[in-house]
């Protein structure tokens, strides 16, 4: 089990504390950011392959920042390959 602290950039949640085990995400918790809509995101992608989950989150852009919260999920999990 790999256990990843990734520190966002350019969104409102802090942090993401996230575990993969052979390349499906296990546990994905926000720190900080839109409680509801991170819970939900979370929720989404756990069971998932870390390589589907960074395809459909990568592009996701909030209001115009040039991320997400999504796509700083994308971007810790391409740390872990």
């Given at each position: 089990m790999q256990k990843i602290s990734y520190k966002t950039h350019g969104v409102c949640s802090r942090q993401i504390d996230l575990e993969v085990e052979?390349?499906?995400v296990k546990s994905v918790q926000f720190i900080?950011?839109?409680n509801g809509n991170?819970?939900?995101v979370a929720?989404?992608?756990v069971g998932m392959k870390v390589d589907d989950v960074i395809e459909?989150?990568?592009d996701i852009d909030?209001?115009?920042r040039g991320?997400?919260?999504?796509?700083q999920l994308a971007m810790?999990?391409?740390?872990v390959k």
């Open positions: 052979d390349g499906i900080g950011g839109c991170t819970q939900g929720r989404l992608v459909r989150l990568k909030c209001n115009g991320t997400s919260c999504p796509a810790a999990l391409q740390s």
